[in-house]
């Protein structure tokens, strides 16, 4: 069995995870509770594609969602974010 890997982006609110094609493994949550909503996209409109999740600190959340445009995360609280993107 092969396991995935992808690059780290470290956000501490909204920002580009990834411009173009790609793909989202899963983002840790290393603090803060933040609600985020991901977006197809280089900005906060378009295509939603994970939709106001509300989040944990110290927690992993494993979503292997493909992209087209770009990755945008939308996010509402203090936190500190890592997601694993390819």
């Not at 992808?6 to 173009?20: E, H, M, Q």
């Amino acid at each position: 069995m092969m396991n995935e890997v992808g690059s780290p982006k470290r956000l501490t609110a909204d920002g580009i995870v990834k411009s173009g094609t790609g793909k989202l493994m899963g983002f840790f949550v290393a603090s803060g509770t933040p609600t985020i909503v991901l977006y197809d996209n280089t900005a906060a409109s378009g295509t939603i594609v994970l939709n106001t999740m509300q989040t944990t600190a110290a927690t992993w959340y494993d979503l292997p969602i493909a992209f087209n445009t770009g990755l945008y995360a939308d996010v509402t609280g203090a936190c500190d974010i890592t997601f694993c993107v390819g």
